[in-house]
């Protein structure tokens, strides 16, 4: 036993910490935020397009897709997961954890998994077409070679080269997942406009040409386990993530109380807004191990999908418990474009529930209850 | 990160488990549940079962009743003993206070007396820090200790909510020896032996099932052989100790064995149906792994000898503000039937869940309040009040 950073993860650590300097996580925190109530036709501005895809470069140099898409380290995932949530920085990376999982579950037929952890290859999971992150159904034609189905909440969309379209055949009980090519004419994009002010999109297919069907059939029988293992290692990072975000909302607001002057002194002196803050510390360090716990058992061999889940229904209201507080102890100030605790506020709550509802996950942990 | 047990611990944890598993361990568990009114656990065979194997101070030298194991494998006993709800009270106070302060700070002299008898389960050392107005303010205590020649001392003065000491053998003493200008200067720890002519121990009753005691100390004689570690420097050895002894595994485990009888007495009441009730239940769960996640880094950052003051501030704090929500939930859950004593007959789960909510308060209370422990994490982890 030895519970502090490895060598590795510590390399992690450092290396993206040489890229998340504080300026730049600055920049990363507003980058790819669209204007207010922007709407469907809100492309980005192009130096932040630009801005985006090089930060994205400086990423797969430092090999974070191949962390993301690895299924033995996800000790160093989980690190650098943390302190690109501090940064706030949105990325098709969660897709890209559960993309691989579904990808490594079946023979490779068209060389999906070595673009997605060079990172010169992006896709997005277009899985739901409601709240619930399950899976929605999809039209299959002819012998599978088209399909017609509609998702909501695809993330990164636009600038994904492949859809991965999970969905069960209506009256079906199986599961598919079709590879879909992104820029042809079947497929239809609305940017969805969120709170969040990023890149969420409904995806209408109209039978859209489909380049392969992982485990070769829309009914691959191999389906609900490659998507459970999806989900768990999607959590896991998500969790990171979150617990990240509560972190930086945390430093921020910490920052801004040292500063603050009132009555005659800095608010941290004051015992309720510190004793507040002390509390999401220690909360924000009990979830944080929780999540190394859950990837230690991952890399070790071990079922981490209870970890994950319970790290994941703990990050996600720790994130939002974070945020408001940030907005409260920033004042009114906080509610103001020109200040970042609204965007880990808005960011937070979109994220703490992308991949479950606290209600759902507190179901779905409850039936691993003796008994339950 | 490496949660990993080595395998050596993990058989160790199966022994200690096994042990604590066996028909005279779960009579005796049984027994304690049915304890008459005002009736509490003292030195229980089973911290002689453990102490006959070098377990109850695992990580103490051999020639002091320990095994020569770790931190590691210290934490695994209080761990299983609380999971398996074996009262720790004594254990706690016995070796992972008083015990720990003189195997550290001790002389030879001092450790060959006083610990193989704390470490075999045949004597109980206790705390005696806090006075009527000090609370957590411990720098405020005015309990004396008057030089009375030949380097001895005499102790006057009143100590409150001491634990166990009824059962005692000796007590550890934090007592004003110099008068300084800052406050934090001039006090020593003693051990008291409690049999003596000038302690008195009388009981102050609370809703516990454990007892509280008032000990006066009316003028007895103690020599240099009582005093542990530098004359004048108590504060900083307290300061010390309260580190190594503040993981929050005790506490983890004891919350978990309460959570642990609530669960399956949902699961027995058949209100595990309920879903509002299991999704209450899954999420106190999630808290209770969390904690226990926190707690292990402690223990390994003790193995390392690195204990990190806040951190493990925030595990205790974490831990036993669970607590709380725990006997909450049980009530909720488990209905008047939860609120029924051990003594009325027709309790839920032998009245423990009943105990634990009379119990629940100590937690948050002991070894540093709540709101000492954010107080920490905000001016030494967070720097607010610099």
């Known amino acids: 036993m030895d519970i502090r950073l490895s060598d590795r993860q510590a390399g992690v650590r450092d290396r993206l910490g040489e890229l998340l300097t504080p300026d730049v996580v600055a920049t990363l925190r507003r980058l790819g935020e669209r204007p207010l109530g922007a709407g469907a036709a809100a492309e980005p501005e192009p130096a932040e397009a630009a801005a985006r895809d090089s930060v994205w470069a400086v990423l797969c140099e430092l090999e974070i897709p191949a962390l993301a898409t690895a299924t033995d380290r996800h000790a160093e995932l989980v690190v650098a997961a943390d302190l690109l949530g501090h940064a706030l920085y949105v990325s098709p990376l969660t897709d890209h954890v559960a993309a691989a999982r579904l990808v490594r579950a079946a023979p490779d037929r068209l060389g999906l998994l070595s673009g997605l952890a060079s990172g010169r290859r992006t896709v997005a999971l277009a899985v739901r077409d409601a709240a619930d992150p399950g899976p929605s159904t999809v039209e299959v034609h002819g012998d599978g070679t088209r399909i017609s189905a509609h998702r909501r909440f695809v993330a990164f969309a636009a600038g994904a080269d492949q859809l991965l379209v999970v969905g069960r055949p209506p009256g079906d009980a199986g599961l598919g997942v079709a590879v879909v090519e992104r820029d042809q004419p079947g497929v239809l994009l609305r940017r969805q406009d969120d709170i969040g002010r990023g890149d969420l999109y409904a995806v209408t297919l109209r039978e859209a040409t489909v380049l392969d069907w992982l485990g070769g059939s829309p009914q691959w029988t191999d389906a609900p386990a490659a998507y459970a293992a999806a989900l768990r290692a999607a959590r896991l990072y998500q969790a990171a993530y979150l617990v990240g975000l509560a972190r930086g909302a945390l430093e921020l607001t910490v920052a801004y109380v040292k500063e603050r002057q009132q009555f005659g002194q800095p608010v941290a002196r004051f015992q309720a807004p510190a004793f507040r803050l002390a509390a999401l510390h220690a909360r924000t360090a009990a979830v944080g191990d929780l999540v190394h716990l859950g990837a230690w058992e991952a890399d070790d061999g071990r079922d981490f999908g209870p970890t994950a889940l319970r790290a994941l229904l703990l990050a996600g209201e720790l994130a939002r418990d974070a945020s408001a507080e940030a907005i409260q102890l920033h004042g009114a100030y906080g509610m103001t474009e020109r200040c970042d605790a609204q965007r880990f506020y808005r960011r937070a709550a979109v994220d703490a529930i992308w991949l479950g509802t606290p209600g759902a996950l507190r179901t779905e942990l409850a039936r691993q209850l003796p008994g339950g | ?386």
């Not at chain 2, 106190?284 to 707690?295: I, K, S, T, V």
């Open chain 2, 1 to 386: 990160m490496d949660y990993a047990l080595t395998p050596a611990q993990e058989e160790f944890r199966r022994e200690v488990r096994a042990l604590l598993a066996e028909p005279r361990v779960r009579k005796a568990v049984e027994e304690i549940a049915h304890y008459r009114p005002r009736e509490e656990p003292a030195l229980l065979d089973v911290y002689r079962w453990l102490g006959e194997r070098g377990w109850l101070a695992a990580n103490w030298p051999v020639e002091y009743g320990g095994s020569g194991r770790t931190v590691v494998e210290s934490a695994i006993v209080t761990e299983e003993m609380a999971l398996a709800g074996v009262p720790d009270d004594a254990h706690v106070l016995s070796i992972d206070i008083v015990g720990l302060f003189v195997l550290l700070e001790g002389t030879p002299e001092q450790k060959r007396r006083f610990l193989p008898p704390l470490a075999s389960g045949e004597s109980i050392a206790t705390v005696l820090y806090t006075e009527p107005h000090c609370g957590s303010d411990l720098a405020a205590l005015t309990t004396r200790a008057e030089p009375d020649g030949d380097g001895a001392w005499r102790l006057y003065g009143r100590k409150v909510y001491n634990q166990k000491s009824q059962f005692g053998d000796y007590a550890l003493c934090a007592a004003r020896t110099a008068e300084a200008e800052v406050r934090f200067h001039g006090i020593t720890l003693f051990l008291v032996p409690l049999r003596s002519p000038g302690v008195t121990i009388a009981p102050l009753w609370s809703m516990e099932n454990n007892r509280f005691n008032e000990i006066s100390l009316d003028g007895i004689r103690l020599t240099t052989d009582h005093v542990i570690g530098p004359v004048d420097a108590g504060w900083q050895l307290i300061n010390k100790m309260l580190l190594l002894e503040r993981t929050g595994i005790d506490f983890h485990g004891k919350v978990r064995y309460w959570f642990d009888r609530l669960v399956a007495y949902a699961a027995a009441t058949g209100a595990l149906a309920d879903p509002v009730a299991t999704t209450q239940l899954a999420d106190l769960d999630a808290r209770l792994h969390a904690a226990r996640a926190l707690a292990w880094r402690q223990v390994s950052n003790l193995a390392r000898h690195e204990p990190d003051p806040v951190s493990s501030a925030a595990s205790k704090w974490y831990a036993t503000e669970l607590a709380r929500a725990v006997v909450r939930l049980a009530t909720d859950l488990g209905g008047l039937p939860a609120t029924l004593s051990t003594w009325d007959g027709e309790s839920a789960v032998d009245g423990v869940l009943e105990a634990a909510y009379r119990t629940a308060p100590t937690l948050t209370l002991a070894s540093g309040t709540s709101e000492i422990m954010l107080y920490l994490i905000a001016s030494t982890g967070l720097e607010l009040f610099s």
